[in-house]
């Protein structure tokens, strides 16, 4: 079968180290060729919590995309999304583009609108993958981060996962 990359925009505010930690081990768990972008701290957007650690994965499967969903799904559930009793977002991962599909997937709306709306999709696309044309869009993530005109506060943060810092220094 062959393999379509992806983009996969996680984020956690509850326990975010250890959440986005558990999430991107359980991703490398059956993603091919896996990438991780910096790590930012955000405030909510569409929420009241507190701030957010966001990053950006980009990766291969050989996942049709419902079952890729249905996959994250199962990830976020194990991390407590959609325990009742839950405060604030312990893990989302959301598939920000597939290939270069466009449409409306079983309710899966691609690419993200997200990625155009939220610096903190768009600041770590943009530098993972620079010269990806956004398919509806139709120019680069970088151009689209350069034009830009997204009122949110993004701070970069060291973050390390398996022994890996995924924070360039020059960043911080």
Not at 77 to 85: F, I, K, L, M, S
Not at 94 to 117: H, T, W
Request: a negative charge; proline letters at 6%.
């Amino acid at each position: 079968m062959s393999l379509t990359q992806v983009y996969l925009g996680l984020g956690s505010n509850i326990d975010r180290e250890a959440r986005l930690c558990a999430g991107l081990d359980a991703l490398a768990g059956f993603l091919t060729d896996m990438r991780c972008s910096a790590v930012f701290e955000s405030q909510p957007v569409g929420i009241k919590s507190g701030p957010f650690f966001n990053l950006v994965v980009s990766a291969y499967t050989d996942l049709p995309l419902v079952e890729l969903d249905r996959r994250l799904k199962s990830i976020e559930a194990d991390n407590g999304r959609y325990a009742p009793d839950r405060k604030g977002l312990p893990l989302d991962i959301d598939v920000l583009l597939y290939g270069d599909l466009v449409g409306n997937f079983d309710g899966l709306i691609l690419p993200r609108a997200e990625i155009l709306k939220n610096a903190f999709v768009l600041w770590p696309l943009s530098m993972m993958a620079p010269e990806r044309v956004h398919p509806q869009a139709g120019k680069a993530m970088s151009e689209l981060w350069r034009d830009a005109q997204i009122d949110q506060a993004l701070a970069p943060v060291g973050f390390e996962w398996q022994g890996r810092q995924l924070t360039p220094q020059a960043l911080l």
